[in-house]
């Protein structure tokens, strides 16, 4: 089942983050990726579910990204790790580009006199 689209490719993390955690706010799975709901010990009796709805978010989220990032984080085992994997590697490249960006923008010139 796809969650969100378009698709995580690396380039566009912050508009997927706000769809996926919309996706999963809506059928209440937020929980587990936003560190309010910890695994439990395997012995608790409240594990079995845990897991079921942990294999089930990432699930979700391996669906929502392109198959080269899914390869790539295919051996997290844990929701909440998977979405801090990806929230550290694909949320800082966009501030340093926006931040550029600004910097340009500011610093235009025509002749000796700024745009403003």
Known sequence: ????????????????????????LSKNKFKFVNRDIHEPSCGESQYEAWERCNVMVISWITHSISTQIALSILYIDNAKELWEDLKERFSKSNHFRVSGLLQ????????????T
């Open 104 to 115: 340009e923008t500011n610093s235009i010139k025509q002749g000796e006199r700024s745009i």
């Open 1 to 24: 089942m796809v969650l969100v689209t378009p698709q995580l490719d690396g380039s566009n993390y912050h508009s997927w983050s706000r769809a996926v955690k919309r996706a999963l």
